[in-house]
């Protein structure tokens, strides 16, 4: 790997950290200021509805201006969040404004992993940074868990500046204050990311030529026979990824009466068994072979249903793992095939917008889906099983949709098999 692709790890790493811990606190402080409970999973689609509101702007920018600049600023918006909900903001409108960021950093992050590195390290690319995302995950949620817990927020709260009263005087709120320096922190590797020898491609003019510029790269990726379903397994993956880290604190809650901070170590456990997945598929699988993974898809739905039947921590911890391992194993080739399918077919920025604002759709529409059922009174028993149902059954649809491709399209399919084939090599 070229020594830029570390400083891009680094800088991933520790913006990704903060997102995770900033969940954590921010579900935090939505319950010790007495919200109401359909406001802890509203967070997860207000995050991911700046990402659909701006996907056709943040790809065209992200491939006008150097990649390193654009993961700079978009860091410099979520500090400019936590400022807001640590200063009496509302929370979920704070949390929409760090998705702001998010929304800007994607395209950049991973668009240059296609201007930085051959066709051939993409797979094993994808398996470094979602492995190294993946652990972020595990250590934001637990860092978020213990930076709200009793003991950690006790130490926080006792620093004092002299004559300066900050008003920060609860756990969520020191929690939240701790964020802003993990993105400074991001914020300065992105200075040291290099600029590669990829053209910056101007930006339509207008918003109407960048909506019309972003529907057709949005058309022509669906119309790919390999890039659609790629594209339709990873926005199913996100879209359950996205929200079943809010879904284990309301099943933990409910079925083990765990609390904020005890909850935090299941989300870690999730995220652990999503890494392995992740490392394993970079190791043994081809970006030619990535489509033969479909199937755990539908395996990750059974699993989301059989969770309301796990009643014991003893249980409840390598059953995650399961669950974890099965999407990590299946979003690596995916990714890997859907970042090679868009690198061909239009710019990097472009194509990783595209990619976000159907996965990040996807979250807000479950999220939604999710919340509407807690709103309206089911229990969380009663929502997890319908929200692994739904997963189940477009697992399904998405895997018979690819047989009909290899069915009606062969000829076509393994042409692009073959491109994915050569460039692997």
Not at 406 to 421: G, N, Q, S
Request: one cysteine or more; charged letters at 10%; hydrophobic letters at 55%.
């Amino acid at each position: 790997m070229k020594k830029g692709f570390y400083t891009i790890m680094s800088a991933q790493f520790f913006s990704s950290l903060a997102d995770n811990a900033l969940l954590v606190a921010a579900i935090e402080l939505l319950k010790s200021t007495g919200a109401p409970p359909w406001q802890v999973p509203a967070l997860t689609p207000m995050f991911a509805l700046f990402y659909v509101v701006l996907a056709p702007f943040v790809g065209a920018f992200a491939d006008a201006v150097p990649k390193g600049k654009v993961m700079f600023f978009s860091n410099a918006i979520k500090v400019l969040g936590c400022l807001f909900m640590l200063f009496g903001g509302h929370p979920l409108l704070a949390y929409a404004i760090v998705g702001l960021g998010a929304a800007a950093y994607s395209p950049a992050k991973y668009g240059i992993l296609t201007e930085l590195l051959p066709p051939s390290q993409l797979v094993k690319a994808n398996g470094w940074i979602e492995g190294l995302t993946i652990a972020s995950v595990i250590l934001g949620i637990v860092l978020g868990g213990q930076l709200v817990g009793p003991h950690v927020s006790a130490m926080l709260l006792g620093f004092d500046l002299p004559g300066v009263d900050t008003g920060i005087d609860t756990a969520a709120e020191a929690a939240i204050a701790s964020m802003i320096l993990l993105y400074v922190i991001a914020a300065i590797f992105n200075l040291f990311i290099p600029r590669t020898d990829a053209p910056l491609q101007p930006i339509a003019h207008g918003p109407v030529g960048l909506v019309r510029d972003f529907s057709h790269c949005n058309a022509r990726l669906w119309s790919d026979k390999l890039g659609q379903i790629s594209l339709a397994t990873t926005t199913m993956f996100w879209g359950v990824g996205g929200n079943l880290r809010v879904i284990v604190f309301a099943w933990a809650a409910a079925a083990l009466g765990y609390s904020t901070t005890q909850a935090s170590t299941l989300g870690g456990v999730v995220a652990i068994g999503t890494a392995v997945g992740a490392v394993v598929a970079s190791v043994v699988m081809r970006l030619d072979r990535a489509t033969s993974v479909i199937p755990l898809g539908i395996a990750m739905g059974v699993l989301i249903i059989c969770l309301n039947f796990v009643g014991h921590v003893w249980l409840a911890v390598p059953f995650l793992v399961v669950l974890g391992a099965l999407g990590g194993y299946l979003v690596v080739p995916m990714n890997a095939l859907l970042q090679h399918r868009g690198h061909n077919l239009m710019g990097a920025g472009r194509s990783i917008a595209v990619q976000n604002f159907n996965e990040q759709a996807c979250i807000l529409g479950l999220g939604a889906f999710y919340t509407g059922m807690t709103k309206f009174g089911l229990s969380a028993f009663g929502a997890i099983a319908a929200f692994g149902l739904v997963v189940m059954c477009t697992m399904e649809i998405i895997r018979r949709w690819h047989r009909r491709n290899l069915v009606h399209h062969r000829d076509e399919v393994e042409r692009l098999l073959a491109i994915a084939r050569s460039d692997h090599s």
